[in-house]
């Protein structure tokens, strides 16, 4: 579905007016949600459409999906933490998996980042290469 120019600079704006020290704020989020149900000006459902969409964006971004072969130690979950903070900035939430099919290492994705450093990855790019 495609969103009028002026749809989406009007959620843009109103998505910069939620964050907070770059930071987006869930109850600024809803407040605005809200007004702007309550306002219903023109085309108030596509500017609805495009905030979702920037809001899920951001916390995609803020979020670090880490799967592993077997699961981790408090240790290396607390390395793994640091590591990642210091690429992406403290505030990540951190979501640990077990993932037997991956054989070991890791697979990180955060945002539309992703770092495979799996042996099944591995494998699977050394099967392609051949």
Request: hydrophobic share 45%; net charge positive.
């Amino acid at each position: 579905m495609r969103v009028s120019r002026q749809a989406r600079a009007a959620a843009k704006a109103l998505f910069r007016s939620c964050l907070v020290d770059g930071r987006m704020d869930e109850s600024r989020v809803r407040e605005a949600v809200a007004e702007l149900v309550r306002q219903r000006p023109r085309g108030y459902y596509d500017i609805l459409l495009h905030l979702h969409r920037l809001v899920r964006l951001e916390i995609e971004r803020r979020t670090a999906q880490v799967e592993a072969a077997r699961p981790l130690s408090e240790a290396q979950r607390a390395k793994v933490r640091a590591k990642l903070e210091a690429i992406y900035g403290p505030g990540l939430e951190f979501m640990f998996a077990e993932n037997p099919s991956l054989i070991g290492g890791l697979r990180v994705k955060v945002g539309s980042d992703v770092y495979d450093g799996t042996i099944a990855g591995a494998l699977a790019r050394l099967a392609s290469a051949l």
